[in-house]
């Protein structure tokens, strides 16, 4: 079977997410696809067990060890198209360890990378390079720009990316749940500041989907107002320490909207939840399902095929 290493030279390129993508769009085509995890010195995998795709863990990877490293690929490929995530920035070492494995290299790359310079040294080892994080307005230049091998495709920049689950925003906020329910899963990408509705409120809350609300505690109004929403706010955080009162914590239950209530006011919050957007992890399967759609449209996936010799997707 093919070996596929998923590289680049920075930090926070989306290798996790493109390997996640491509595992689970080749298990989805009928090619039974692994990811070999090189985990970081605390151990810890990049890859959450909540996507549900077979993730294989090695030993960190060292400079010391490559041959062992390239062994356990070759093991590991035999029966799979095995994906690794390279857990190194630096090229040379990508490179030594395709050639020992028999891999080829899908470069993960920013637009403001030099894809010359990364064709030029990966050589014969890459099999192909896609941009990720792509703002809309340069979607146009990029593919005008890149329109032969070995680019295969781009990601577009997406807000589930850098999105976060209720219950992540709980703890980050060190927030105390009024009703937490079945809701604290959801993935929330919006949120939506309630002191500043002018117009009718259900109207304010509908215009966005997956949206947490910051609400005093003390503007029942507003809460039950975001509430009558048709089920785009997925939680309620309820500011400056004011519990709400009895009816907006039963309809709270009645419809499993959680209530989050802390001490900052609702700008204090807004700035909080503002910084948690950089610690996002790929790590929910709404976010496998978006970046696999996003995979799927702007991805040439023939020609990948044909560079990384995978028979059948």
Known sequence: MSSI??????????????????????????????????????NKSNFSEELGLEIINSSPLESDKISKFS????????????????????????VEIAKKSNSKILYVASINEDLDSIIK???ESLG???????????????????SSLPFLGYIPDNRYFVSNTVDQIAEHLD???VFDGDGKDNLI?????????????????????????LIRGDRPDLQLGAMQSGGNVKSIVLTKGIKPIEYVVYEA???????????????ETAQMISKLVGKSKFDHELKLKKMIELLSSNFDMDNFKKSFDISTL
């Open 5 to 42: 290493i998923v590289a680049s030279n920075k930090k926070k390129a989306g290798k996790t997410s493109v390997a996640s993508a491509l595992s689970g769009h080749l298990n989805l085509n009928n090619s039974k696809s692994a990811i070999l995890n090189t985990q970081s010195g605390d």
């Open 71 to 94: 062994e356990e690929i070759i093991k590991n490929s035999k029966d799979n198209v095995l994906i690794t995530e390279s857990s190194a920035n630096d090229s040379k070492l990508n």
């Open 121 to 123: 040294y990966y050589g």
């Open 128 to 146: 192909g390079i896609v941009l990720n994080k792509i703002p809309r307005y340069r979607y146009e230049e990029v593919v005008n720009k890149y």
């Open 175 to 177: 927030g105390e749940y």
């Open 189 to 213: 990408l919006n949120v939506l500041i309630g002191g500043i509705v002018l117009d009718w409120s259900v109207h304010y809350y509908s215009s966005k989907e997956n949206v947490i609300a």
């Open 253 to 267: 239950k009645k419809q499993e909207i959680p209530l989050i209530s802390v001490k900052s006011d609702t700008h």
